[in-house]
């Protein structure tokens, strides 16, 4: 079964930093793109940023560019969300997903998990 399983989301006040992890099973994700997205109340579902296999190509959407980095460790099939700087408009569940097709589909996606930023 694959699985793709969120971690480290909280609460944290503004300013503050977190870690997400992805980590995949049941399959090997290390040629997909891997990328995260996140949902906040009321709000349709946005990307945050992706990441190639290689994890040579980044990509962030503009509200985090220069306080979020997206890692990854084909070894581990596991990506990460480096947050920094957070702000309360950055609170949301935060999901991760894996694409075959370059981003056009998301094939795979985790349950999610809950950010909080308090001001």
């Known amino acids: 079964q694959v699985q793709l399983v969120e971690s480290g989301g909280g609460l944290v006040q503004a300013g503050g930093s977190l870690r997400l992890s992805c980590a995949a099973s049941?399959?090997?994700?290390?040629?997909?793109?891997r990328g995260w997205f996140r949902q906040a109340p009321g709000k349709e579902r946005e990307f945050v940023a992706s990441?190639?296999?290689?994890?040579?190509?980044?990509r962030y959407t503009d509200s985090v560019k220069g306080r979020f980095t997206i890692s990854r460790d084909n070894a581990k099939n596991t990506v990460y969300l480096q947050m920094n700087s957070l702000k309360p408009e950055d609170t949301a569940v935060y999901y991760c997903?894996?694409?075959?097709?370059?981003?056009?589909?998301?094939?795979?996606w985790g349950q999610g998990t809950q950010v909080i930023v308090s001001s």
């Open positions: 997903a894996a694409s075959d097709s370059g981003g056009s589909r998301w094939d795979y």
């Open positions: 049941g399959r090997t994700f290390r040629t997909y793109l």
């Open positions: 990441i190639t296999w290689s994890g040579g190509n980044t």
